[in-house]
């Protein structure tokens, strides 16, 4: 158990819909992160989170947004589904310093993720 | 934008023999570089990590190697068990960028008893 939480773990639905996607970091981890994991693009990066604020994006559609609430837990919207936006998002915390800027980047801890299949 | 490019993407071996996973990246920026395993329907899970101060690190049976001039890295398994078979990931980042990683394309490791 690595201490990440995520919810639900199944999720189909059809496309043009929307969903959204829970996560609660590990205790004491300040900084979320989303990856998409699909057969044809790998394990891609979307977007980080530090302590509420958008620190970084990555491969993240428009149709896609997140936040990070004050009590850390973190949520992923998806919109107006499309059928390759089938795969498997995770979640993942670790402890980072503010900046970001002085090296202090610990281990990256995953959840066990959501599969989201859209028919 | 970095690139991860892993090889080879499927590898199998006979129990105890070594494995070895190669990675190449293309940001000479990056500073970061760990390796993740994840079985069958798990979550990925760091194994080892290395970062560009050194060129190799050991844990027990895995070891990892990194060639900054070269940009390329590699995951080095010795005397594999049948447990090692899962699918291996490297990765990269600039160390400033946390842990935003880009990660290679992934091996599947299978480990015949």
């Known amino acids: 158990d690595s201490g990440v939480t995520q919810t639900p773990k199944h999720l189909i639905t059809a496309t043009g819909q929307r969903v959204t996607l829970r996560c609660s970091p590990r205790?004491?981890?300040?900084?979320v992160y989303w990856y998409q994991q699909s057969l044809d693009q790998g394990l891609q990066f979307l977007i980080q989170y530090y302590n509420g604020e958008e620190r970084a994006k990555g491969n993240i559609l428009e149709r896609f947004s997140a936040q990070q609430f004050p009590d850390l837990h973190s949520e992923l919207n998806l919109s107006s589904l499309e059928l390759g936006d089938s795969a498997l998002y995770f979640c993942?915390?670790?402890?980072?310093?503010?900046?970001?800027?002085?090296?202090?980047?610990?281990?990256?801890?995953f959840g066990e993720g959501s599969r989201l299949t859209v028919l | 934008g970095e690139n991860v490019e892993q090889h080879p993407s499927t590898l199998s071996v006979q129990e105890g023999d070594s494995a070895v996973i190669k990675c190449t990246y293309s940001?000479?920026?990056?500073?970061?570089f760990p390796w993740y395993k994840q079985e069958l329907g798990k979550r990925p899970q760091l194994i080892i990590d290395?970062?560009?101060?050194?060129g190799e690190k050991k844990d027990q049976r895995i070891a990892v190697t990194l060639n900054k001039t070269a940009k390329h890295f590699s995951l080095h398994i010795t005397e594999t068990q049948p447990e090692d078979s899962a699918v291996y990931f490297c990765?990269?980042?600039?160390?400033?960028?946390?842990?935003?990683?880009?990660f290679g394309g992934g091996t599947r490791l299978m480990v015949k008893p």
């Open positions: 993942a915390s670790s402890v980072e310093s503010k900046s970001g800027t002085s090296g202090v980047v610990g281990e990256l801890f």
């Open positions: 205790s004491g981890d300040l900084s």
């Open positions: 290395i970062r560009s101060n050194v």
């Open positions: 940001d000479s920026a990056s500073n970061y």
């Open positions: 990765a990269a980042s600039i160390n400033n960028a946390g842990n935003m990683l880009t």
